[in-house]
């Protein structure tokens, strides 16, 4: 699914969450751990000024874990909790409704101290289209689906989830728009596959994701494609065109004449990167000196 966003849907989208917001003790900002970055919405801080926040780095079994380790390190120093988690199996996310009481938790410790009985923490998921806002609210709610209000007979608005005895999560999570103004996060979020590739040409995504490939990567790269290439600049473009054209060559992507058919080998290496077969990898990191 692609969303066109125009100004006028980023009000709307704000607004909705803004409203939901009135509802609940805790935001949880989904990231995809591949491109922490690029996932994230220009305007977060400003939409959800004043709750409390937990970020979330989903899909963090595709990421290069000691990457994301630094990303922790990272968000923790920007002073939010955060958890790593893969919701596609469940790892860590029975983490969250915890963590979610910790941040609470002075809140918590004052309604008890008065003798009340605190109610359940209340969350909202936001987070950018295809970051896997549905795959972590199914996977939190395990059977306890919420009724959702379009059906007849069922109020129409907003439903809850309980998630254990101690959480309850709004079903229908915000939906925030990414940073398009920067032409990088477009390639990015298309590498990882949130942005369809029909919406940017399937070569110019591939050279980008070569590039970060050939800076962080290389080896990988090397063995997935047994390159005899050792030394590639990821600055020169020339070097980045060279490597795609020795991965056609490799996969017998040729024309007549034997030049190599760049669209085909664009669509190979997205294809192999995204299922993995390069292992886990991150886009983006948050320190520069995290090479090898
Ligand atoms: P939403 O648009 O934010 O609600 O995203 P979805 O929940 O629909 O997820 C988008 C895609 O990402 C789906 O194909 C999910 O199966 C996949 N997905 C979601 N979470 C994870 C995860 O932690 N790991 C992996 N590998 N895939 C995930």
Known sequence: ????????????????????????????????????LSSRNPMVDEILAGKPRLIILNKSDLADPRITEQWITYFKYEGHEVIAVDSSTGTKVNEIPEKARELLREKIERQLSKGINPRAVRGLIV??????????????AGRNIAITGDRPGVTKGQQWIKVGTEMELLDTPGILWP?????????????????????????????????D?????????????????????????????????????KRGCLLS???VNLEKTAGIILREMRAGKL???????????HAE
């Open 179 to 211: 940073k398009f103004e920067d032409e990088l996060v477009g390639y990015r979020l298309a590498m990882t596959g949130a942005i369809r590739e029909q919406v940017l040409n399937v070569e110019d995504i591939a050279f980008f994701a070569l590039r």
């Open 213 to 249: 490939l050939a800076e962080r990567y290389l080896p990988a790269l090397q063995e997935r494609f047994e390159l005899d290439i050792t030394s590639i600049d990821p600055a020169n473009s020339d070097d980045i065109v060279q490597l795609m054209e020795a991965i056609g060559r």
């Open 279 to 289: 292992g886990r990898i991150t886009y983006e990191a948050p320190f520069p000196d």
């Open 1 to 36: 699914m692609t969303i066109q966003w125009f100004p006028g849907h980023m009000t709307r989208a704000k607004r909705q969450i803004q409203e939901k917001l009135k509802l609940i003790d805790i935001t949880i900002e989904l990231l995809d751990a591949r491109v922490p």
């Open 257 to 259: 004449g034997g030049v």
């Open 127 to 140: 987070g950018i289209p295809n970051v896997g806002k549905s795959t972590l609210i199914n996977r939190l």
